[in-house]
């Protein structure tokens, strides 16, 4: 990728409106359940666990790059910690032995497991 073709993600992300690209995930979910099709994809998803965790990683990266501050250097140390923290836990999902290990806690497990998450890209959001 060509760093003009590289500018143009970077100013098309920060053009992003965090409501109108909330609202239209939220309608695909909905959207969905609705026509039936939810329970194949989370089946799918299941099946594939690397897929939710390289779309997890991806939807940081572009809460990253659409955020205001892209410059790494105006991020506390314990912050960057933190992400790289929540970012090996999240890789850890992958792995289904974890994942059996974390459904014997639910649903304080996943409870405390999806706040670190949104954590994590709420600080890189920032």
Known sequence: MSTSNFSNVVTALNRLNILAASALGMFFGVSLVMVGLAGDVVGFLESHRFLPLAMSYLL???AFLSSGSRDPSQYYGIEKAYVVFVMGFMAL???Q??????????PFSAIVSLVLMSIATAILAR
């Open 97 to 106: 032995p974890w994942v059996d290990m974390m459904a014997s806690y639910d």
């Open 60 to 62: 940081m990266a572009i």
């Open 93 to 95: 999902y992958a792995w």
